[in-house]
């Protein structure tokens, strides 16, 4: 792929970034940044940054194309890790004559960052890239399963254009088909309908509202774990948090939070691409989102960092197995924990047509999930799971 004909490099000189000495030991100068004159081997990086100044489908929000030079004017202020990760700075996305144009640049360069296993993180841009996310999955004919971190739904309706509330029949339509499933972390009810609730419920989608998820925060890691990518939209973290977003409400995830969920995102060894959408550097007070967006963007990282590769069983010594029997269930739950990471697992059946033959699903859960069974109760999720991949 000629990454020329699709990004804009980013100059240093334009960030407007303090005294360089000043910055000396900070993160701008462990990063490396695409440079067309110069050759370039994309398995040289991890993470890929990828900035997409993309807003002509944003809903109300027409300046969030000006965030990813603001948010990375304050991540690359910020101090390395103590290892070492691989990032690369890509520049802008050259932005197509129609957003339809910028969407097939968007996939397609994503699919080739993820053919290559370098993981991108795409700067908003406003949320309607990430239909253009899930896209690139469909060219490389991987199915997915997609997370948004939102305080909607976003359905949209099919017989209208797709918008940033807007976007998310159009993932579930689209033929051939390879979403494999859709969870939301962190909606709101007083702001989505009756409707669209009982629409997520028949397709089996998994949602979360954020009372719950702020109560019990570690049942965020199994739902991210069991993500191909993620999706942020900045207006699930509360306005006095962040400021930043014309969407965003008195209520919402506190900016702690958000991070540590983004640190359980970078964690997870499946996922492959993590994007951040909808945020308007004109509404923000004093950098305050830009800032924790940054801080977002560095617990990412260190999740990456720290990945575990547990996630495999290529040793079953490595885990410990449970087996509970369950009123209701036609055969035993069957539980992995690892020993090196502390996650946990459980077994979901597969039946082949003939109903004899069947294989086994390794959905990611929590020990809430283990605790349930040894009540003699079944979670919500693992039937959820079941009914999705035994239609």
Known sequence: MDLSLYFEPVSVDSLHLPDAEE??????HTVMFYDPASSLDISEADIAIVGVPESRNAYRNPSCSLAPDEIRRQFYQLYPWRRKV?????????????????????????????????VPIILGGSNDLAYANYRAYELIERVANVVAIDS???????????????????????????????????YQSYMNSPESLGMMEELFFETYRVGFMRRNLEEVEPVVR????????????????APGCPHSSSNGFYGEEICQISKYVGLSDKLSSFGIYE??????????????IGHILWYFVEGF??????????????YRQFNISVTGALDELVFYHSRKSDRWWVLVPMYQKDKEHVQHYYLPCSKR???????????????????????
């Open 279 to 292: 945020y308007d550097p004109t509404l923000d007070f004093n950098n305050q989102t830009s800032q924790l």
């Open 23 to 28: 910055l000396s030991d900070r993160l701008l």
């Open 369 to 391: 999930d283990y605790d349930l069974a040894c009540e003699d109760k079944i979670s919500d999720r693992w039937w959820r799971t079941y009914h999705k991949v035994n239609p």
């Open 226 to 241: 069991n993500a191909d990518m993620v999706s942020l939209d900045i207006s699930a973290v509360r306005r006095p948090d």
């Open 86 to 118: 691989r990032i690369l700075d890509l520049g802008n996305l050259r932005v197509g004559n129609t957003v339809e144009d910028t969407y097939s640049a968007v996939s397609e360069a994503l699919a080739y960052l993820i053919e290559n296993k370098v």
């Open 152 to 186: 909607c739904f976003d359905l949209g309706n099919e017989n209208k254009p797709i918008r940033s509330d807007a976007y998310v029949n159009k993932m579930v339509l689209q033929q051939p088909n390879f979403l494999l499933n859709y969870a939301n972390i962190g």
């Open 305 to 318: 960092i720290f990945r575990q590769n547990d996630g495999q069983f290529k040793n079953k010594e490595d």
